[in-house]
Structure formats: C-alpha cells, structure tokens
C-alpha cells in the first residue's frame, strides 16, 4: 500500500470520522433536524455573501444567522456533529500543512 493509501486508510478509520459519519446519517434521516440544520446552512451563505459585498443588512443577517446557530445548538446530535466538524477540518488543515511542507522540502 502506498503513502497516500494508508493515510486515507487511516483517516477513514478515524474515530471521529467515524463518529462525524453516523451523525450525518442520522441528521438526514431526520426531517426536523434537517431543516434546521439546512437553515443554517442558507443563513451562513447570506450572512457571508452580505458581508463580502459589505452590505447595508449584514447585521440583520448576522442576528438571524447566530439565532439559528442557537436553534441547532438545542439539538445535541447537531452541537456534536458542528464540534465534529471544527476538529476534522483542523486536523485536515494540519494534514495538508504537513503535506505542503514535505513537498517544499522535495524542492529547496
């Protein structure tokens, strides 16, 4: 097995990857959870295309972006699944770093 196969063996086998998976599972299968969650999700996209365009109702859509993200805090599978998320991205972020720096090794 090559370097790249182990290391997406391995992070297929993560513990939180398996976590994070069972949670989405149970997130789409779930109407009322799903919809809060997909909310979120839209409020996310409008507050930050509001932001990026700096526009007059950036507040507005601030306010109802974190009243949502305290709707879906409520549900304790969606609080562990955002955790979930945050931790993943991290160590990807990381995984990539390593990645790049051993890469610019191969070229100095």
């Given at each position: 097995?090559?370097?790249?196969?182990?290391?997406?063996?391995?992070?297929?086998?993560?513990?939180?990857?398996?976590?994070?998976?069972?949670?989405?599972?149970?997130?789409?299968?779930?109407?009322?959870?799903?919809?809060?969650?997909?909310?979120?999700l839209?409020?996310?996209?409008t507050?930050?295309?509001?932001?990026?365009?700096?526009d007059?109702?950036?507040?507005?859509?601030?306010?109802?972006?974190?009243?949502?993200?305290?709707?879906?805090?409520?549900y304790?599978?969606?609080?562990?699944?955002?955790?979930?998320?945050?931790?993943?991205?991290?160590?990807?972020?990381?995984?990539?770093?390593?990645?790049?720096?051993?890469?610019s090794?191969?070229?100095?």
């Open positions: 097995m090559n370097k790249l196969s182990e290391l997406v063996s391995l992070i297929k086998e993560d513990d939180h990857i398996i976590r994070f998976k069972e949670l989405e599972d149970i997130i789409d299968h779930n109407k009322s959870i799903g919809q809060d969650y997909n909310k979120l839209e409020l996310q996209k507050m930050v295309n509001k932001e990026y365009r700096k007059k109702n950036y507040t507005l859509s601030k306010e109802k972006y974190e009243a949502q993200l305290q709707i879906v805090k409520d304790p599978i969606l609080e562990e699944y955002l955790d979930l998320l945050d931790e993943i991205n991290s160590d990807l972020a990381m995984i990539k770093s390593i990645i790049e720096q051993e890469i090794k191969d070229f100095d």
